[in-house]
């Protein structure tokens, strides 16, 4: 956590760096689905599987290129987990 710590706060220094947040494990989850007028409210994941959203990191760079290079420096800090990149749509 030091080395993410230590990422987050040179994301900062370059002015990237949005917001950053773990996330609790999927059996924590609550999910709500809307189905006419009703809304049925479970436990537990949308889904079942292997891989989770463990959390995420915002950043505001100027193209898919510098956005990668940050990814490439989170992925190593992270290892052997996966980093996925997605533009926002705002």
Known sequence: MRELESLNGEM???GVWV???GLHPPETATVL????DEVLVTDGP?????????????IEVEDL??????ARR???VLSPLS?????SQS
């Open 19 to 21: 917001f950053a947040v």
């Open 65 to 70: 290129d510098a956005a990668l290079g940050w």
């Open 83 to 87: 980093i996925e990149v997605r533009p």
């Open 33 to 36: 689905k809307a189905s006419n």
């Open 46 to 58: 949308f889904t079942e599987g292997k891989e989770h959203l463990g959390g995420f990191t915002v």
């Open 12 to 14: 900062r220094a370059a």
């Open 74 to 76: 989170l992925a190593k």
